[in-house]
Each structure stands twice: as structure tokens, then as C-alpha cells.
């Protein structure tokens, strides 16, 4: 993390970070964020894969192929730890 969660996330949005990945969300952290990267063309997903909502416990934001690659490594590493 840079700082933020919307500050992460709006910086997937304008390009200069090609992914992210929040492991503690509070929907009033994250809102703004997602629609930001949803609107730059970007993707926001919970850690499942599923698409990100306000009751979403995790964001991983990017375009399609990196969001995909990062629920796949976190959801390895979760495998991976029990």
C-alpha cells in the first residue's frame, strides 16, 4: 500500500500501478476507489473472484488479466496457509 485504499486504487486507475490488493476493507475506504477503477476500464473483484460490492471483505482492482492473476495468487496463498 501507498496510503489509501483510494489512494491504491486511483492509482490503478490512472495507470501508474498495474494492480492491488486490499486484504482489509471498510466499504467508506474503498467505494470511491472502486468506482474510479471501474470507470478508468479497470476491474474490481472480492478475493473469490466474485465482483466487488460494498459487503466485499477483500479488493484486488486491475485490468482483467492482472485482477485474475491476483485472486488466483491470493487465493493460493490462503490455500497455502490453512
Given at each position: 500500500?501507498?496510503?489509501?485504499?483510494?489512494?491504491?486504487?486511483?492509482?490503478?486507475?490512472?495507470?501508474?500501478?498495474?494492480?492491488?490488493?486490499?486484504?482489509?476493507?471498510?466499504p467508506w475506504d474503498i467505494a470511491?476507489?472502486a468506482v474510479i477503477v471501474r470507470?478508468?476500464?479497470?476491474v474490481v473483484y472480492d478475493s473469490?473472484?466474485?465482483?466487488?460490492?460494498?459487503?466485499?471483505?477483500?479488493?484486488?482492482?486491475?485490468?482483467?488479466?492482472?485482477?485474475?492473476?491476483?485472486?488466483?495468487?491470493?487465493?493460493?496463498?490462503?490455500?497455502?496457509?490453512?
Amino acid at each position: 500500500m501507498f496510503g489509501s485504499a483510494a489512494f491504491d486504487l486511483a492509482c490503478v486507475a490512472d495507470g501508474s500501478t498495474d494492480g492491488c490488493v486490499i486484504l482489509s476493507n471498510n466499504p467508506w475506504d474503498i467505494a470511491a476507489g472502486a468506482v474510479i477503477v471501474r470507470e478508468s476500464g479497470g476491474v474490481v473483484y472480492d478475493s473469490d473472484g466474485s465482483a466487488h460490492n460494498s459487503s466485499s471483505r477483500h479488493t484486488i482492482a486491475g485490468n482483467d488479466l492482472t485482477a485474475k492473476e491476483l485472486v488466483a495468487l491470493v487465493g493460493q496463498a490462503h490455500a497455502e496457509a490453512g
